[in-house]
């Protein structure tokens, strides 16, 4: 497959902006003329919004044995929970009225860490730039996409087309995940 069958793809770039992948202002983010009050209905829109938050990456499952048979769980205190509720929270609160939970969905996130103290400049621009340590991409992906289950869609195996990236912001950014989330025709 080639690069020009996605249009919204750049080739030769190396690295890209974070806003390069979500929309900066309410003006990406209007509906069409055309489309039916609230993005709702059939074309579903583009939902958008912001939770600032340090991410968490879901972690593997724990196991334990209870009267014979293996139970697999995630402990009630892990972080990874209340950065699941703030996601359902930040997306219930933005859900237009009519949106489909069965279409094909396409999902941007953009998930911003702090800046370490070791890599910020006393003078000179300490401009964003991406992040390829841990936490991996694909498991803050899978929490993010887990929290929206039965919200966003009814399984996030409707999700399409998922891009992801990760970067550590400039000093004073307030860490956080943006997450647009559009309909695919």
């Known amino acids: 497959m080639s690069i020009r069958n996605y249009p919204g793809l750049k080739s030769g770039v190396t690295a890209r902006l974070p806003s390069d992948y979500a929309p900066q202002d309410s003006q990406d983010l209007q509906a069409p003329s055309d489309a039916p009050a609230g993005h709702g209905g059939a074309g579903n829109g583009i939902v958008a919004f912001r939770v600032d938050c340090i991410p968490v990456a879901q972690p593997r499952q724990r196991h334990a044995v209870i009267?014979?048979?293996?139970?697999?769980?995630?402990?009630?205190n892990h972080p990874?929970?209340?950065?699941k509720h703030e996601i359902r929270q930040a997306f219930a609160w933005k859900r237009p009225d009519g949106?489909?939970?069965t279409r094909p969905m396409e999902v941007r996130l953009v998930f911003v860490f702090p800046r370490p103290a070791s890599k910020t400049r006393k003078r000179g621009e300490n401009?964003?730039?991406?992040?390829?340590?841990?936490?991996?991409?694909?498991?803050?992906?899978k929490a993010v996409l887990d929290a929206l289950n039965g919200l966003a869609w009814n399984d996030d195996s409707q999700v399409a087309i998922l891009y992801v990236a990760k970067w550590v912001g400039e000093p004073g950014r307030v860490p956080g995940v943006t997450v647009t989330i559009e309909a695919i025709e």
């Open 67 to 76: 009267a014979g048979h293996v139970r697999n769980y995630l402990p009630t």
């Open 80 to 83: 990874v929970q209340q950065f």
């Open 99 to 101: 949106w489909n939970v």
């Open 127 to 141: 401009p964003p730039y991406p992040k390829a340590g841990k936490p991996d991409a694909d498991n803050l992906a």
